[in-house]
T-cell receptor, first 114, second 113 residues
Framework: GENVEQHPSTLSVQEGDSAVIKCTYSDSASNYFPWYKQELGKGPQLIIDIRSNVGEKKDQRIAVTLNKTAKHFSLHITETQPEDSAVYFCAASRSGGGADGLTFGKGTHLIIQP | DVKVTQSSRYLVKRTGEKVFLECVQDMDHENMFWYRQDPGLGLRLIYFSYDVKMKEKGDIPEGYSVSREKKERFSLILESASTNQTSMYLC????????????FGSGTRLTVV
């Protein structure tokens, strides 16, 4: 089955700086890569996703890049703000997650220092 | 907005009890999922269902079962609760041909004593 590795487990950055979280996956047939943000006391919430037919996707301060050859994808957050503090999870799936579940990384605790 | 509602926010149960965790979604999603979340281990898939009365084992089904009698409701059952099942349990739902990821509930924190 799929295996997703995520690094780092904890990331502390100064407010206004950029943050990068990296994931690798093992199944070359995976084609859907979402990122989730989990705030304290809440369930994970989808913030951005990318499919294997594109290499990069942006949404305001958030971007995701995908390198299919190397089987890794990354989340980039620019101009970080206090509300970005949360746990972030990457995930991978063959089927868009629709029919067989997503495989998640172990999470990155992002801390934004004032 | 899609809502996934988990019936209990916190539960404390005794070892050996039969425990039911309930999840309801209101957007007519075909797929429903149960994950458990543990520190340092991330989210691990227990069971999922892509239709009424259908169920599929995930990565860690041992000690659990599920029930899906109605499309909107997916129940996780701990047949005989044990202390190693103390965890955060997250329910999620999506369309069968899912192009938009999952919607998660807020979770149920279960403590087995």
């Amino acid at each position: 089955g799929e295996n997703v590795e995520q690094h780092p487990s904890t990331l502390s950055v100064q407010e206004g700086d950029s943050a990068v979280i990296k994931c690798t996956y093992s199944d070359s047939a995976s084609n859907y890569f979402p990122w989730y943000k989990q705030e304290l006391g809440k369930g994970p919430q989808l913030i951005i996703d990318i499919r294997s037919n594109v290499g990069e996707k942006k949404d305001q301060r958030i971007a995701v890049t995908l390198n299919k050859t190397a089987k890794h994808f990354s989340l980039h957050i620019t101009e970080t703000q206090p509300e970005d503090s949360a746990v972030y999870f990457c995930a991978a799936s063959r089927s868009g997650g629709g029919a067989d579940g997503l495989t998640f990384g172990k999470g990155t605790h992002l801390i934004i220092q004032p | 907005d899609v809502k996934v509602t988990q019936s209990s926010r916190y539960l404390v149960k005794r070892t050996g009890e039969k425990v039911f965790l309930e999840c309801v979604q209101d957007m007519d999603h075909e797929n429903m999922f149960w994950y458990r979340q543990d520190p340092g281990l991330g989210l691990r898939l227990i069971y999922f269902s892509y239709d009424v009365k259908m169920k599929e084992k995930g990565d860690i089904p041992e000690g659990y079962s599920v029930s899906r009698e109605k499309k909107e409701r997916f129940s996780l059952i701990l047949e005989s609760a044990s202390t190693n099942q103390t965890s955060m349990y997250l329910c999620a739902s999506s369309f069968y041909i899912s192009n938009y990821g999952y919607t998660f509930g807020s979770g149920t924190r279960l403590t087995v004593v």
